[in-house]
């Protein structure tokens, strides 16, 4: 997505820079076990060039774990299976104000900060957001 550069503060400012990322052919799995070791609570996927496909999510797991699928039945599954595309994106000279309107029209709780050939570079989540928000106000 093409963003007007701006004079503020920006998504490179804040976004959580080399983001962890799985393959598209990953097990489900693994996932859980990504988003649990680290703490977060999504993940962009690559396919074999890395350059993103998609992202994979908490939410998505629990969708699929109330699912009619039984927990055994989760072996088979890979990344791609499962995986919300394409992935929502913002470039990093992109102004806080514009993600933050991005997430909130798309109802996104994450967008993927990509380079020019759509590699993930960052990842900027509402909870960035919220962090540069309260370093605001700690100014006023």
Known sequence: MSTERTHGPTVATAMTVSPVV??????????????????????????????????????????????????????????????????QTIEEDA????????????GVHRLVVVDEERAPIGIISKSDLVREIADACDDC
């Open 22 to 87: 799985v393959s598209e052919d990953e097990a489900i799995a693994g996932v859980a076990e990504l988003l649990a070791g680290y703490e977060i609570s999504g993940l962009p996927v690559v396919d074999r060039g890395d350059h993103l496909v998609g992202v994979i999510s908490d939410t998505d797991l629990v969708r699929l774990q109330g699912a009619a699928i039984p927990w055994t039945g989760w072996h088979g599954l890979i990344v791609r299976d499962l995986m919300t595309y394409p992935a």
């Open 95 to 106: 102004s806080l104000d514009d993600a933050a309107r991005l997430m909130t029209t798309l």
